[in-house]
């Protein structure tokens, strides 16, 4: 990556932190929506749903034209499209019904649910393989900071004459002139630029010009690899939609803690998933070179330890906040091994032209359960009546998302061998400048190229 490169992924980062601002502020002022709107916590939490269930079936839409068109200019759009209606939520006027709240935040979860296939198809194109777990983590750090950061700003416009409002204007507000500043120095990376099998001839001025077409979405979906990450995502990602949203009821309830210690429960346990998605990934990167099963396998091991401190954070009564705050810590830590490796692992076994819809399928499938955590949570808690079965409910979908892991350890090393022997043919043509399509591109999906194999401790290309 040159120095504008650099630019590029920090502003990616900055935009990324904004927009999950927002996404938090939300749970952090129930009691204040609820007050205002006179509404209960189950239309509430249904509201949350909504923002990211319509995002995530949009962003569909959003990740086919990435796969065909300018991802700069796409993700201009739809950093404008998102931002706007949070910036209209903090203005009384937009929102002085609660159907003019559940309107901004609907509008608001499209750019949200948008951003995030733009976001890693670019990435798999500005790093190589042996760092794209690392760059995922960037972002997923800017994601997990967010996360924090958002009740704090909804904690800070309480206490302003202002109130709830002014947390969606603060959260808005700094995107503008970061977006206006990538649409100047932003550049869509040549696609395809950072595979082995394919550098040379584009740095010698060849044009990789293969786009996605519908019928792609056959080979999208039989690859293995591909089937086991989208179907993790969805009970892997329950208690990420349930949790930011009823976790600091759940202690204000339970443990009779006030909000604000609560609130600190949810932030170290954000912070320090943030910072072990960081670490977790610079691991991950290295495994997947040694060889790409171990990933899958960090991954499997992560998620059953990280259960094992959440358990004792929910059916324990530990007697004291710090030693909530230890445990929230470590769960946090574990728990997101997955985080940014799953995300290495999709952009490593999918073809540059296929990059953009994957993310969008895997978004899709990661905010179904996203965007019914707060719903299945509010489920659970009327029919039930019980916190302790809300809590113990997640803990036991995030122990089948480590069980389908495993599926991935079992096919991960054949599809990445396969990608790396369709990018060597694709890569000979592009040295012979030899099209096989009417765009100038190369296209096929079979392939009589010599087989890489993974042999001993390296991948070999």
Known sequence: MNGRDKLTLALLVALSFFLMCDLFITPAIIDALRAEYGVSEIYLSGVGSAFILVGAAISILF???????????????TVLIGELPCLLTGIHFFTESFSGFVIMRVLTGIGVG?????????????????????ASACIDLAWGLGMA???????????????????????????FPIVALFALVARDPERGRTEAALSQAIQEGAHYRQRLQLQDFRV????RTNLFLF???IPGSIPWGLFPFWLIIFFNETRQFSQQDATYIWEIFCLAAGLGGFIWALLGDRLFIRKPSLLPGLCTAGVFAGIIPSMIIFNTDLGSLQAYLLLAGLAGLLITVPASNTKAMLMNVNRPEHRG?????????DNIGKGTGPAIGGILLATTGSY??????????????????????????RDRIQLLALMCERGERLQTQQPDDATGGVTGTLFSAPTPTITGTRENA
């Open 63 to 77: 990740g086919f034209k990435a796969d065909r068109g300018s991802r700069k200019r796409l993700l201009v759009i």
């Open 114 to 134: 948008g951003i995030y296939p733009l976001t890693f198809s670019l990435v798999g194109d500005y790093f190589q393989v042996r760092h794209r777990a690392t």
């Open 149 to 175: 950061a958002g009740p704090l700003l909804a904690g800070l416009a309480l206490k302003t004459d202002y109130g709830w409002r002014l947390a969606f204007i603060l959260a808005a507000v700094p995107s």
């Open 220 to 223: 999208i979906f039989k690859n």
């Open 231 to 233: 179907l993790q995502g």
């Open 357 to 365: 819809s994957v993310f969008a399928i895997f978004n899709l499938a």
């Open 388 to 413: 302790y079965t809300m809590a113990n409910t997640a803990l036991v979908l995030w122990l089948l998302c480590g069980c389908l892991f495993i599926g991935v350890i079992t096919s991960i090393n």
